[in-house]
């Protein structure tokens, strides 16, 4: 039977990180299933999903800490079940953008997750303007979306929402 656990790890982006923790899970007998990686400034974030034996699982519990602490990273770890891959099918990607208010995010994210929507990417940028006007915000998201979803209706409230929020912006279907 096989068993599942997630890692993520933060700290200092260096060249041989990745290749060091990925070879850790190898040691252990497990394979990564799903990965994520991001470099923020001069850290990096990695979430992973790996797959092994009971006894492949357990290995991996006790190295990546060691690992960790030899890399001098942070890491969590979480079993969990029956993982699937994303559904790469019905990607899109969320534009908004317009002056920024508090709560912004909040909102579309709220709207998003009305329609079994998920946000699998965010990014957010703020644009100082003059000092007599309002900062813009400028916003991308890839999200995911259900196979039976109703795309007309959500555009439609979609673009009911921005107007609300004096926003613009567009779902378009990456296909």
């Known amino acids: 039977m096989k068993h599942q656990l997630i ?16 070879d850790v899970v190898c040691e252990a007998g497990c394979n990564i299933l ?45 079993r969990t079940k029956r993982h699937a891959k994303q559904n790469l099918e019905h990607i899109a990607d969320v534009t908004f953008s317009g002056v920024d208010a508090v709560g912004v995010v909040k909102e579309v994210t709220q709207f998003l997750s ?6 699998s990417a965010l990014r957010l940028k703020t644009l100082q303007t003059s000092k007599d006007e309002q900062d813009e915000v400028k916003c991308k998201m890839v999200v ?17 929402l921005l107007s609300q929020l004096n926003l613009q912006g567009a779902i378009k279907q990456n296909h």
């Open 144 to 160: 995911s979306m259900p196979h039976n979803i109703d795309l007309a209706d959500l555009e439609h409230k979609f673009d009911a």
């Open 7 to 22: 890692i993520t790890i933060l700290g200092a982006n260096k060249v041989t990180v990745l290749s060091n923790l990925t």
């Open 114 to 119: 009305t329609f079994c929507v998920t946000v």
């Open 34 to 78: 799903d990965s994520r990686q991001a470099v923020y400034g001069q850290d990096f974030s990695l979430t992973m999903i790996v797959e092994g034996t009971q006894s492949a699982i357990v290995r991996v519990e006790m190295a990546i800490p060691i690992a960790c602490q030899q890399l001098d990273l942070l890491s969590m770890m979480k």
